[in-house]
């Protein structure tokens, strides 16, 4: 059994549609990061950078449960765990890990800066905006450029790299993402978006989504975004 211990955020719904994907049997623990439950010293324990994801495998590698943190990293974890979307053959195989590599260090961390600084950032500052919209744009031609000869991401095979990938780029239309500029990309995203676990998933973060707010009625949630305040929480949690 893997417990995914998280929200159904790009990062957490990732692990979902893997989960969902390869069948194994799931269950969501709801962490809510709004509340700054990311920070209980129990979760600290699975996470210590305090974000979701985190899964426990009870059936970890050698027996006994074994805990993973980052999400590129359990997603490589549960395809050799299942051997499936991770082709076998070596340079199927590094292909996947560079766009697996190529989602964590880039799509995931510039979409992020840029939904921050268009919505959350306490200043208007347009040089930010530009900078991480900007290249979020450019991604998605990598994208595209990446897709013109090839199904998916990695290749003529599904992989972990389009898993990763597929949650973070739903909000292509915003960003004025469309067929008619990105024609390979909007192919995959809609591929991707037929499949009956990707559907699955996208249901099942809607429901999470309703059943976390409901139980976070009547608390104070955190500022997330007060980086100095996150140092302190940590401090304060690990007593150091
Ligand atoms: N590289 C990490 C990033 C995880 C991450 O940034 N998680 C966010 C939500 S998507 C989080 O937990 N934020 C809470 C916080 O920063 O305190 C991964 O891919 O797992």
Redesign the pocket.
């Known amino acids: 059994m893997i417990e995914l211990h998280s929200?159904p955020?790009?990062?957490?719904q990732k692990v979902m549609i893997m989960l969902e994907e390869t069948g194994l049997e799931w269950k969501h623990v709801d962490v809510s990061?709004r509340l700054g439950e990311?920070f209980s010293p129990e979760y600290l324990k699975l996470s210590p950078n305090?974000?979701?994801?985190a899964i426990v495998d009870t059936e970890g590698p050698g027996g006994g449960p074994y805990t993973m943190?980052?999400?590129?990293a359990i997603l490589f974890y549960l395809a050799e765990k299942t051997g499936k979307f991770l082709p076998k053959d070596a340079r199927k195989r590094y292909d996947t890990l560079q766009w697996l590599m190529f989602q964590?260090a880039h799509v995931?961390p510039m979409f992020?800066q840029a939904n921050h600084f268009n919505n959350y950032a306490k200043e208007n500052i347009q040089y930010a905006k530009d900078r991480y919209n900007n290249e979020s744009v450019r991604l998605y031609r990598v994208l595209d450029n990446r897709l013109r000869d090839k199904p998916w991401i990695a290749g003529d095979e599904y992989t972990i790299a389009d898993i990763a990938t597929y949650p973070w780029t739903k909000g292509h239309a915003d960003r004025g993402v469309d067929k008619a500029g990105f024609p390979n990309f909007m192919r995959w995203f809609e591929a991707m978006e037929a499949r009956p676990a990707v559907q699955r998933n996208n249901k099942m973060a809607n429901e999470i989504r309703a059943r976390m707010a409901k139980a976070a009625e009547g608390k104070t949630p955190i500022n997330?975004y007060d980086t100095k305040d996150?140092a302190a929480r940590l401090s304060r949690a690990t007593g150091h």
């Open positions: 929200s955020t790009p990062n957490g990061i990311q305090n974000k979701i994801p943190m980052e999400s590129g964590m995931g992020g997330m996150n």
